[in-house]
């Protein structure tokens, strides 16, 4: 019985259509990654300051938060393959805007429907990759799809760094001219239309018969109130995350004088542990089940979060990479648990929520962290995202949902 399982479970995790949406994601996490090193030296080329920036940023997360139901309602009306094609169109569309205008209201436009571009490409996957595995496979598909799009963003960071030379000397300009940095950034709008093709083509799904006391079959509808509940975690994430990570390049110059090289490789050894992460979720919640084992590593994260107020880098450090090693290991057994109770007609939706109530957490407790920060420094926001964890953990805890098996 076992073995059969197994068999079952390693024909899910590498079938084609997992392969090439796992490839798509590869593409997609680094034009994401190119795009981050790259605008806002763009802006900066251009003569914005940093209040821009953080406007924009700013837009792209209220995009999110205004059309992420509408989207997810299209995406479950679409189906998912059909509607990351349409998010990366519009993606690359929002991309040739901002590069081709320079006024503010414009770049504002540009970033709202790259915002709401981003979020039904990535909102898809998630019920794309469910349709395509079976339940007892998808943690780990889910883990490793999520640790390709953060390990590739290493390399999107030596690309992106690198292009500006390359195409300022093709160009004939310097490395930090708005020219240089435009066709550099043009390499993002190529990236995502090849993260197009692994998509073309039909996605056999994995049809499979409901467990008793597992899954949802299609012919359900959850109530609204239900699939908030399964959104509920997401909220006290994206607090915590909004919390301290638009300002973790500031803490590490702040707290420990470090030179920006230097934070650079903190950070980067940060998004290595989020890789890491996201493929130890699996093995963890295959012991324990989706549910405790998603509440565990969440829960890791607390202890991460209270070694960053140790005065000294080396635990700061390590609370900062295992904090990102355990978000990154939970929040993909989150999103398989959310797909095994969830009816295949309200996946979009139910993913969309998440989204939603992740970026409204993010954007709201980002406001309060910098206010914060100004008065008291780093010490109450740090213990403050330590409690949003903790509220996510009971959040996971606490869910309605049947009991089930590992």
């Known amino acids: ?235 006290s994430l994206g607090v915590a995350g909004g919390l301290i990570l638009p300002f973790q390049n500031l803490f590490f110059r702040q707290a420990f004088g470090l030179g920006d090289a230097t934070v650079g490789a903190v950070l980067a050894v940060g998004a290595l542990g989020m890789g890491i992460g996201a493929l130890l979720g699996s093995p963890v919640t295959a012991r324990l089940g989706l549910r405790r084992g998603a509440a565990l590593l969440r829960a890791g994260a607390v202890g991460a979060m209270l070694l960053m107020l140790i005065p000294a880098l080396v635990p700061a450090m390590a609370g900062f990479f295992l904090r990102g090693l355990f978000v990154a290991a939970s929040f993909p057994q989150m999103d398989a648990l959310v797909m095994r109770h969830t009816p295949p007609a309200q996946r979009g939706l139910a993913v969309s929520l998440i989204s939603v109530l992740w970026a409204g957490g993010w954007a709201g407790a980002a406001v309060i962290s910098g206010m914060i920060q100004i008065r008291w420094g780093f010490a109450p926001v740090i213990l403050a995202a330590a409690m949003a964890y903790v509220l996510s953990t009971l959040s996971i805890i606490t869910l309605p949902m049947p009991s089930e098996a590992p």
């Open 1 to 235: 019985m076992a073995s059969t399982v197994a068999r079952a479970n390693r024909t899910a995790r590498f079938s084609p259509p997992v392969w090439r949406i796992l490839l798509h994601s590869l593409l997609f996490g680094l034009a994401l990654s190119v795009a981050d090193i790259l605008f806002n030296f763009y802006l900066a080329s251009m003569g914005y300051a940093a209040d821009t920036a953080g406007l924009l940023s700013t837009v792209t997360r209220g995009a999110g938060m205004l059309v992420g139901i509408p989207l997810g309602l299209l995406i479950d009306r679409l189906g998912p393959q059909r509607s990351i094609m349409l998010g990366l169109a519009g993606y690359c569309g929002g991309w040739a805007l901002l590069l081709s205008v320079t006024e503010l209201w414009a770049l504002i436009v540009g970033q709202f429907i790259l915002g709401a571009a981003y979020l039904m490409a990535g909102t898809a996957v998630t019920p794309l990759l469910t349709s395509v595995t079976h339940d007892s496979a998808r943690a780990h598909v889910f883990g490793l799809n999520a640790s390709a799009v953060l390990i590739v963003g290493l390399l999107g960071s030596v690309v992106g760094g690198v292009l500006p030379t390359l195409t300022g000397g093709l160009l004939g300009v310097g490395p930090q001219d708005t020219a240089a940095y435009r066709l550099a950034l043009a390499a993002v709008i190529g990236l995502g239309l090849t993260a197009m093709l692994p998509l073309l083509g039909p996605m056999p799904r994995v049809e499979e018969p409901r467990a008793v006391g597992v899954g949802a079959t299609s012919d359900e509808r959850l109530p609204l109130r239900r699939l908030l509940l399964f959104a509920l975690p997401g909220l």
